[in-house]
């Protein structure tokens, strides 16, 4: 038998009493509505297993939202299907007067999925039986502003045109199921639904080469995320002081805007998320605000950062309304604005020249950071540290004189690396030649339509 992790089996023990609650809330409500013997009056008779905030991932999660026991029977029906099906079974009685099931049960089959799927009727049904008051009362754990819809944790799948709200799925977030279960939520997966990538490297944070200037702003970043929290709620200033913090990275390619986003998530401990405009930006009006409301829905209270790379194609300058199509485009630029605004995580937008974007974004920013080309110093710097300790450089190659010489970003001279190194392998030696670095400049040159 496989040994089930510690906080598993802690989780799993917490689970098990909540639904051996909900089972008692289940049998009472039922009892009820049918005038059967009973023990209880109201299911609010039952008292909710007394949880402690640090004994289990479940535990932490309800005392962080701070549920009550109405919340909390919504959450642990809606986990059901997910860890013990067979627990509602109970509600797939049929009345014998229709011939049909309980329509105050609420629930349907799914479609490859025989068990009982409750819905919103059937939460309102177990809080609050025929109380037609009870039920516009707890109609409001399904409202837009309650904790599960603003955090994207329960929600009501779509239903058919024109069936009422509540006949909806409960849908439990996957990632919540996986939070509360095994203790950590998967990642979530790349695509339309997500047009987001999870950014790592794989260099650390000393590796990490920038004019002084550009260095002092980009630590002001590290600070927040360290201390943000604190200055906040610690020192009560978020009733003045927003939460979150913008920045724009702007400076030539290779400069070193994608890799310091990079190491502000690894050595925080933060995952960063690079924002694919090619899934995001559409023609049609009000797609690209959807696909945006993707990614900021799924990065909501995770603590993400969010990496916008090319952000003028997202964040450009405002026009002049000339027709109905400008005016479309200055109302997805003002969303753009508004919903990075809210966001309570880091944002870093990136950009080649700080004068592509508009400079409503840019007034709300709490950093601008200029990514100069790297001064000849920070150009040794990156020279040394960029080839492999396995190719020695051939007698005679001084890098100083080459990092004189040559006036070259950072990701430029990693790619003269990569083409000098390949040009020893391919003549079957590891030593780095002169000849063969200088040709990769002089690629690298042409690229950018310089002279060599």
């Not at 150009?379 to 010489?405: C, M, N, V």
Request: proline fraction near 5%; charge should be negative; charged fraction near 25%.
């Amino acid at each position: 038998m496989q040994t089930v992790e510690p906080h598993i089996a802690r989780n799993a023990q917490v689970i098990e009493a909540e639904l051996a609650w909900l089972t008692q809330v289940l049998d009472t409500r039922v009892k009820l509505q049918f005038g059967h013997e009973c023990a209880h009056g109201d299911v609010f008779d039952l008292p909710a297993p007394v949880l402690s905030a640090d004994d289990s991932m479940y535990g932490r999660f309800v005392h962080h939202y701070r549920l009550s026991p109405p919340e909390r029977l919504l959450l642990v029906l809606s986990l059901a299907p997910h860890v013990r099906p067979q627990l509602l079974d109970i509600l797939h009685t049929r009345n014998c007067a229709s011939d049909r099931d309980f329509t105050e049960f609420g629930g349907r089959n799914g479609h490859d999925f025989s068990a009982f799927l409750p819905t919103g009727e059937t939460a309102l049904f177990l809080l609050a039986g025929n109380d037609l008051g009870q039920r516009l009362t707890w109609r409001a754990l399904f409202d837009p502003e309650h904790v599960f819809a603003r955090h994207n944790i329960i929600g009501l799948r779509p239903k058919e045109p024109g069936e009422p709200l509540l006949s909806g799925f409960l849908e439990l977030n996957p990632e919540i199921v996986d939070l509360l279960t095994v203790g950590a939520a998967r990642a979530p997966k790349f695509g339309a639904g997500f047009p987001a990538k999870h950014l790592e490297t794989a260099q650390a944070w000393e590796e990490l080469v920038l004019d002084a200037g550009t260095m002092e702003q980009v630590l002001e970043i590290k600070a927040w995320i360290e201390y943000g929290q604190e200055l906040l709620y610690g020192l009560d200033l978020a009733r003045k002081v927003k939460p979150g913090y913008r920045t724009l990275f702007y400076g030539p390619p290779g400069t070193g805007k994608t890799l310091t986003a990079s190491l502000l998530g690894k050595v925080s401990g933060l995952d960063v998320y690079r924002i694919d405009l090619s899934l995001v930006v559409s023609k049609y009006v009000g797609e690209t605000e959807k696909n945006l409301e993707k990614v900021f829905q799924q990065a909501e209270y995770k603590n993400w950062i969010l990496f916008f790379d090319e952000a003028d194609a997202l964040f450009g300058q405002r026009t002049k309304i000339s027709d109905a199509h400008d005016r479309f485009a200055n109302q997805e630029v003002s969303y753009l604005l508004q919903r990075v605004e809210d966001y309570p995580g880091v944002v870093i937008l990136a950009s080649n020249m700080r004068s592509n974007l508009d400079e409503a974004f840019t007034r709300r920013f709490q950093s601008i950071i200029h990514f100069p080309m790297p001064k000849q110093n920070e150009r040794l710097r990156l020279w040394k540290s960029a080839f492999s300790p396995h190719t020695p450089l051939q007698a005679g190659l001084d890098l100083g004189e080459i990092a004189a010489a040559y006036e070259m970003a950072g990701g430029g001279i990693v790619n003269v690396v990569r083409y000098a190194t390949l040009m020893a392998l391919k003549n079957s030696r590891r030593t780095i030649h002169r000849n063969d670095l200088l040709d990769g400049i002089r690629r690298e040159y042409q690229k950018e339509g310089k002279t060599f």
